[in-house]
């Protein structure tokens, strides 16, 4: 009888970060997972912020992950499913990780079937998040002139920028700035409830973006945040039945 297929979810891999010790072990172990699962998922479901820092210009990408990239293309090659959810970090794709990697893009959150089932996926940023810094960089980052006027900068001063901010939020996350805030106060709890109650076929949320691991029942769903993979490794699975949350090597505890 044949192995049942999986679906996998994870995010928030910051390729590329500068505070990452070995970028280079960093992304090979991720790659090495994703080989070890290439003939036991059905999908994989990668919920955003992959990369540090990822913007297409007109003839170039940033150098580098070309392990992750070959990874993807190999696995869409195969006839697994990969779905790619653009974070804060790496929403600037346009139209290259479809066409070489054979991956399905999306940019916003989805209501989406998935083995019989209806999940909403999302990076997560942004959502029930009324913050002024937020506004900020979802108004920012979305807006096509500000895109074109970072396309024309040197690649050289777009990088420094962004590794800078990159670098802010990742201290927030040594220091312990970012976490949990608890069911009330957390956006993504919030969210989820609301959106639950005005939708109730939905039966699993699943998040990224907030680099914490949550597993919470909700009144009519079950919500998920999927940690991050530069400290938790943490990932999900779900066979059609059961959704399960796992950080790597710890899967039988």
């Known amino acids: 009888m044949a192995e049942k297929k999986l679906a996998y979810f994870l995010s928030d891999a910051h390729l590329g970060s500068l505070a990452i010790e070995d970028p280079i072990v960093h992304e090979r172990k991720l790659v090495d997972f994703l080989d070890s ?4 998922a059905s ?16 003839l170039v990408v ?13 696995l869409t090659d195969k006839g697994v499913e990969v779905h790619f959810f653009t974070g804060n970090h790496d929403l600037w794709t346009f139209g290259y990780l479809e066409k070489e990697c054979g991956v399905v893009v999306h940019r916003k959150g989805e209501t989406m079937d998935i083995m019989g089932h209806r999940f909403f996926l999302a990076h997560g940023d942004g959502l029930n998040d009324h913050s002024l810094d937020m506004f900020l960089v979802q108004n920012c980052f979305h807006n096509r002139f500000l895109q074109f006027l970072f396309s024309i900068l040197p690649p050289y001063l777009c990088l420094s920028i962004a590794h800078a ?9 040594i220091n312990g700035d970012y976490g949990y805030k608890g069911e009330e106060k957390e956006p993504l709890v919030q969210f989820a409830k609301q959106h639950s109650a005005a939708h109730p076929d939905v039966e699993y949320y699943v998040f990224g973006h ?14 998920a945040i ?3 993979w530069f400290s938790a ?3 999900a699975t779900f066979d059609g039945h059961d959704f399960k949350l796992y950080e790597l090597g710890n899967e039988d505890n």
């Open 43 to 58: 999908a994989v479901y990668l919920l955003g912020d992959m990369f540090d820092f990822w913007f297409e210009y007109r």
């Open 62 to 74: 940033p150098k580098g992950h070309v392990r992750f990239l070959g990874k993807m293309a190999e």
């Open 210 to 223: 907030r680099h914490i691991l949550l597993d919470l029942q909700l009144r009519r769903a079950r919500m």
């Open 226 to 228: 999927l940690g991050d």
């Open 165 to 173: 901010w990159s670098r802010h939020n990742r201290i927030g996350d």
């Open 37 to 40: 699962i290439k003939d036991k």
């Open 233 to 235: 490794f943490s990932y």
